[in-house]
C-alpha cells in the first residue's frame, strides 16, 4: 500500500508537535518551536493558557452536547458579551468559518427575499479574497486553484479588485444584494484596506440599499488590536463572521447580525447540530473576556507596532530575501523577494513557525498574548533565517 491511511489533501511539513506552552510549541522529538503561525490566526490566547484549560475541562465534566432543540446558556453569554462589545443586535453560532460565511450569504439573500425582492441574489466580492471551501465559499474566493475539478461553481458572484471603489461600485446591478470582503486580505497575502475603502464601501451600501457583509474570521477577536478590524475604520457591518480566534483553538465560529438581517433567520430556516455546544461555548466566553479585559487590544497594538518596526527593518537588511512587511496588529506578512516557501522552512529550520499566503507572503501571525522578548527572540530567528538565504 502507498496510500497513507490519512489523506493527501494537506501538503504538511514533516514535523509533529506533542505539547504547547504560550507561545512555544514541543515537537515530537523534544525541540522547543516559537510558534509565529498561531494554527493559522486560531491560537489567540497561545498554547495551554490556564484559563482556556480551566473552562474547557469544567465544563467536559459537566456537559459537552444537547443540540440547538434547547436553550444553551452558555450561547446566551457569548452573544450577550458580543452584542454589547460590537455593533451586532443578535448572534448565531457555528463551528468554523466556512459555515459563518455560508450563513452569512443566504442570510442576506433571504433578508432580500422578505422584502419582497428575491431577484436580488447576487454578491459582489473581491479578488485574492479567501472565504473557506464550500461550494459557496470557494465560488466566492474565486480561486482557480480551490475550484478547479469541481464543476460549476454557484453562480452569485462579481468580482472587483480588492481596494478599488469605483470597480465596485459599476459591479453593483439591479441583482446585488450585498459586498462581501475580508477588511484585511488574509489568505490573499495580508493585504489591509487602503485609507478610506471601508468607509466608502460602507458609504455605497447605504447609497444602494446593499448589506455589508465582513468576512472577520481571519482578523477578528483581536488579531489587528480591534475586536474585530471594521473597527479601526469607524464603520459597521450589517453582517459579520468570525470563527478562527473565537474559540483559540477549539472549533467555533459566529454570525453578528444587525436586528434587521438576524430577522431573515426564524426558526427552521438555517441550523447546525454542534454550532454553538456548551464545550465551544465555554472556551469562547473565556476566550473573549481575556480579549475584552482592560489593557489587552492596547498591548496588542503596542506589540503588534514593535513587531511591525522590526519586519521592515529585516525588509531593509536582506533586500535579496524581502521585499517588505505589511499589517496591522498581530497580523502581519513578509512579502518576498526568494520563494515564500523557502523563508518558511529556513524559519523551521531556525525553530519559528510562520504560515505561507498567496501573492509570495510568509504570514506572521503570533499569539495575543506574546511579550516584547518573545518578539525580539523571532526576530532573531528570522534574522538568522534570512542570513541562510541571502547570497
Ligand atoms: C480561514 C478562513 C475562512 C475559512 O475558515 P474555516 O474554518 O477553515 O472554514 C474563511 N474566511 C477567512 C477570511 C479565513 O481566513
Known sequence: ???????????????????????????????????????????????????????????????????????????ERVADTLVAATFADSVMFCSTGLEANEAALKMARKVFHDAGQPERDRFVVTEGAFHGRSFASIAAGGNPKHMTGFGQPMDAFDRVAFGNLNETRQAVTERTCAVLLEPVQGEGGIRPPPDGYLQGLRAMCDEFGLLLILDEVQTGIGRTGALFAHQ?????????????????????????????????????????????????????????????????????????????????????????????????????????????????????????????????????LPPLIIDSAEVDTALERLRAACETLAI
Open 232 to 364: 479601526h475604520a469607524g464603520i459597521t457591518p450589517d453582517i459579520l463572521t468570525a470563527a478562527k480566534g473565537l474559540g483559540g483553538g477549539f472549533p467555533v465560529g459566529a454570525v453578528l447580525a444587525t436586528e434587521r438581517c438576524a430577522a431573515a433567520f426564524s426558526p427552521g430556516v438555517h441550523g447546525t447540530t454542534f454550532g454553538g455546544n456548551p464545550l465551544a461555548m465555554a472556551v469562547a466566553e473565556a476566550v473573549l473576556s481575556e480579549v475584552l479585559a482592560p489593557g489587552f487590544l492596547d498591548r496588542v497594538r503596542r506589540v503588534g507596532a514593535d513587531l511591525g518596526a522590526g519586519l521592515g527593518r529585516l525588509a531593509a537588511d536582506y533586500p535579496g530575501v524581502l521585499d517588505g512587511a505589511r499589517g496591522l496588529g498581530l497580523m502581519w506578512g513578509l512579502t518576498c523577494r526568494v520563494p515564500n516557501g523557502d523563508l518558511i522552512a529556513a524559519c523551521l529550520d531556525q525553530d519559528l513557525l510562520l504560515v505561507p499566503a498567496a501573492d509570495n507572503v510568509a504570514r506572521v
Open 1 to 75: 500500500m502507498t496510500m497513507p491511511s490519512v489523506m493527501r489533501n494537506y501538503a504538511r511539513y514533516d514535523v509533529a508537535f506533542e505539547s504547547g506552552d504560550g507561545v512555544w510549541l514541543t515537537t515530537t522529538d523534544g525541540r522547543r518551536v516559537l510558534d509565529f503561525g498561531a494554527g493559522i490566526a486560531v491560537s489567540a490566547l497561545g498554547h495551554a493558557h490556564p484559563r482556556l484549560v480551566a473552562a474547557l475541562t469544567e465544563q467536559a465534566g459537566k456537559l459537552w452536547h444537547t443540540s440547538n432543540l434547547y436553550r444553551v446558556p452558555g450561547q
